[in-house]
């Protein structure tokens, strides 16, 4: 690990999406930029997995896209889930106003190391691994550095700007005591990996049972599985023990029933908490929280990464030249607020809704399920699949590039 600098511009603890995606383009920009990530890779398999069209937008702006897209990965033109036995399309796609039209699927810790590639092409981008965030340096009422915890021991850093991108148990947003509004989910996901055969399907899916919601996302050998359960049951299904787990998993998977006995025990089924909370001041002086940090997204509509990463673009538009020019002020901050405050609202309002009307009944129900009214629409109309195809693989507010190129890459 370098030594660390006298002073950054920015100090980003957090090396997710919105961490990663920040650092690079503000070392594009010829900020000095360090990111904090507290593990020693990025190899976990609890990130979700999904590259939206609005994302593959801004790497096509950045000139990127073309090598993101010779890693492997897969693409999805339409989404559809599977209710009961009935297969219902809900989204399509194929008409976005993008460059891509089709959601790309790549394991996160793929996307990551390409975006900390990316970084590293530009001298002011510097990336610590195995470098925890635990506290902040505060003088004169302004948040001035960060305390991490390195392999080497404690470090202290200093640097203008200090970015929370460090997920929905921020250390960096408690640390700051910012105000925070809970929205609360009514489910919890256990998270484990079954192994894939050739004569598996191909594309990763959604099926929908009464009392039961099972994901399954296609990561080439093996399938990461996502069983959702009302929040807060796991000690019931553990004490029905495992095997009645692995029988349910088997009824919502049959061609994978030869292969449930992988869950060996609890150890392997990982709970994965759902909170959906957003700040209401996402700075003070000195201090900006990002990504889930700012907003912890639900999982519906697998969109929480992209909203981080559109955050981390809007931040670097609108920071990048006072952070260069040494005159950032608390003005800046609120901007990157109000420009994504309205966005990250309007998403967690649509999850909300799909929590309460279609998630929480679905959990709730012992017999067989009645397709909501929207879904029936949606399955009978093909024109309007494509308003579900711009929520998810656009959103709200798509952001696009607008930090300069200080420096070309190397
Ligand atoms: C079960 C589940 C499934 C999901 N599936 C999807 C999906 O398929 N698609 C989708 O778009 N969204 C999904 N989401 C939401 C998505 O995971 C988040 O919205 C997104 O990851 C937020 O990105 P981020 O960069 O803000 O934070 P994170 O992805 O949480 O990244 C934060 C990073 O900070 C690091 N870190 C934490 N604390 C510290 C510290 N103190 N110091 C240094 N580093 C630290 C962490 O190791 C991590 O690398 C899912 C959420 C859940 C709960």
């Known amino acids: 690990m ?25 070392a594009r920009a010829e900020v000095e930029v360090l990111v904090l990530e507290k593990h020693a890779d990025f190899l976990r398999d609890f990130r979700g997995d999904t590259i939206h069209p609005s994302t593959l937008e801004v790497l096509f702006e950045l000139g990127i896209l073309e090598d993101f897209l010779a890693l492997p990965h897969q693409e999805v033109l339409r989404f559809s889930a599977q209710v009961g036995e009935v297969q219902v399309p809900f ?97 919890d996901v256990l998270w484990f990996g079954i192994s894939r055969t050739p004569s598996d399907p191909a594309a990763s899916m959604g099926r929908l049972d009464p009392g039961r ?35 349910s998993v088997a009824q919502a998977a049959p061609w994978a029933r030869d292969r449930v006995g992988e869950i060996r025990s609890w150890d392997d089924v990982k709970l994965l908490t759902v909170q959906v909370d957003r700040l209401t001041r996402w700075y003070r002086p000195g201090l900006l929280c990002l990504g889930d940090a700012a907003h912890a997204m639900s999982p519906v509509g697998g969109v929480g990464i992209n909203l981080a990463l559109q955050d981390a673009v809007a931040a670097a ?76 693989g656009v959103g709200v507010r798509p952001e696009h590039v607008r930090s300069p190129e200080a420096r070309r890459a190397a």
Request: aromatic share 10%; glycine share 10%; hydrophobic share 45%.
């Open 91 to 187: 989204a399509d796609f194929t008409h976005l106003p993008t460059h891509c039209k089709f959601l790309a699927f790549m394991p996160q810790w793929d996307f990551l190391d390409f975006l900390a590639a990316c970084g590293k092409r530009y001298p002011a981008f510097h990336l610590w691994m195995r470098a925890e965030a635990v506290g902040l340096i505060e003088e004169g009422g302004r948040v001035v550095g960060v305390e991490v915890v390195t392999p080497e021991g404690k470090r202290d850093v200093r640097a203008d700007l200090v970015v929370g991108a460090d997920g929905r148990h921020s250390t960096v947003r408690e640390r700051a005591a910012l105000p925070v509004r809970e929205f609360g989910a009514p489910m």
């Open 317 to 392: 538009n609108l920071l990048s030249a006072p952070l260069a020019e040494g005159r950032l002020g608390v003005s800046d901050l609120a901007k990157v607020q109000k420009r994504r405050e309205w966005p990250t609202r309007a998403t967690q309002w649509f999850q909300l809704q799909v929590q309460q009307r279609i998630i929480a009944p679905v959990l709730g129900r012992s017999t067989s399920l009645e397709l909501p009214l929207i879904v029936r629409l949606l399955a009978r109309y093909p024109i309007l699949r494509r308003i579900p195809a711009r929520l998810i």
């Open 213 to 247: 919601i099972f994901v399954l996302i296609n990561r080439d050998r093996y399938w990461q599985c996502g069983y959702v359960i009302p929040k807060g049951t796991l000690e019931s299904l553990r004490a029905a023990g495992i095997e009645a787990f692995r029988e």
């Open 2 to 26: 370098e030594e660390p600098k006298k002073r950054y511009g920015c100090c980003v603890a957090g090396g997710g999406p919105a961490g990663m995606m920040l650092g690079f383009l503000l």
